[in-house]
């Protein structure tokens, strides 16, 4: 006879599990978990029938062949909705499951006031719920208002969770606790807090929460922020910065006195005017702007690696594409896959490509030492008219073209092509690609197509 | 090689599909290395499973293809 797999109902404890989980834990992002970890599914049940396979081949008959029409219909499925799920959960999508609309949203005020006395930091634990803190020098006071939201199925329940979920300011040391006690909630509903808070602008802030952005100005104290998911705005911050986050669409940072250290998932960053030194590390795959730095910036993600000595000027980046102008050297800059496309740069630049075009056009004298390696693409530099360098360029594939005339030497051998040679004193610049054309161009000349002739 | 091993070649055939094809949607999801770039390792196992089961079928003497009914 042939036995049944264990693969449909091991299916059906997980589902059922995921719900229990759901309904018990509501905290848990499992949905968002679900989206990033689905495949493992995949690989879970495939290991399942491979085990099913050997076991029945070391008892000495295999009566299965293979899967079933239904199970690949499921497997397609899967895949299917995985993917959508991933992808809109990659753009900002979150998923809420349509019985989370059951019951009603009840809204309460918040408020609560304070001495903050000595206290030098303010720590704030608000789990679910947006947070605006702004620092005033003309209070000594740590006040609080705001709004809490609980879902409830009816009134007499929110009230109850109202009632278990105080906000509480406590002092403790050094330190002022502001917490919303979320995690007490008898209920199963959620509870979702927006504050607004003043605290005197000589503190510092330390944040912690699942959920919800920040927005924080006016400080002369730093800022510390620790959060599964959120977006943050800061601006006017006079001390150190450092942000934690599991995920965000947006991390602004504006007039920033001190050092930024962010780390995490997310899309977007924007930066502008930061006195101290940037060190950003994660994974973001929105559009990045960097603009006024003034110490050193290091941006390190799995494809990129950046750094730069300060940025009076700005750097774009997005997956694709990287624009740059008035970097102060050394610049370097390690990427898999992007368009490259730097204007003035000082002291030296250390570039190094997969893929992706390169373009380079330092204005300014005496030229930067410049060295670019790229496995696939073209190599453009633009040099002021009067610019003097020594230059070693090579192309395994492709053409070269000179604008710098007789003392810079072209040589072509098969597919691959040269330039060498000095033009006046200076430094060094060294490019070469696995596949491309490389162009040394004078700025103010129109773009050089290689000539028709050499094709 | 026997008709048994054959037949075991065959069965895991589909399992190991679908666990290359879950490391590949984690891949994609979990490390820089994306599916639009991965995807040619599900083409190499196709192929390796196709070698084995062809090195695993009993050689043809009857003229029939391999698997066909009796």
Known sequence: MRRRSLTGPILIILVGGAFLIYNLRPDIPLFDLLAQYWPFLLIAWGTLRLLEVLLDYSRGGIQRRGFGGGEVTLIVFICF?????????RHGVHFRPAWEAFGEHYDYNV????????ATRVVFQND???????????????KVTGRKTIQALNQGEADRGNDSTPLEIVVQGDQVIVRT???RNPTNGKISEDLEVTIPARMSVETHGNFGDYDITDLDGGVDLHSDRADVRLSKIGANARVELGRSDLVRAVDLKGNLDLQGKGSDIEL??????????GTYSGSLEFKNVAKPLHFESPNTDLRVESLPGQISMDLGELTGNNLVGPVHLVTKSKDVKIENFTQSLELETERGDVEL???RLPLAKIEVRSQSGQIDLVLPDKAGFQLVANTDHGEAVNDFGPPIQKETDGHSASLKGSVGQ???????????TISVRKAGSESHEPDKAEL | MNAREANLVCAIRGPI????LGVLFAADHLTPYSFQQTWPVLLIVFGLLSLLGRSARPERTDGRAPGAPQ
Do not use: C, F, M
């Open chain 1, 361 to 363: 056009e330092p204005s």
């Open chain 1, 272 to 281: 502008e005017n930061i006195t101290g030194q940037v060190t950003i590390n």
């Open chain 1, 181 to 183: 006690n979320q995690e």
């Open chain 2, 17 to 20: 599909t679908l666990i290359t």
């Open chain 1, 426 to 436: 200076g430094p060094t610049i060294h490019l070469v690609t696995g596949r491309g």
């Open chain 1, 128 to 142: 679910r719920g947006n947070l605006r803190i702004v620092g005033a020098a003309d209070t000594t006071d740590i």
């Open chain 1, 81 to 89: 909705a995985g993917w959508s799920a991933y992808e809109a959960n």
């Open chain 1, 111 to 118: 408020s609560g006031q304070k001495p903050a006395g000595p």
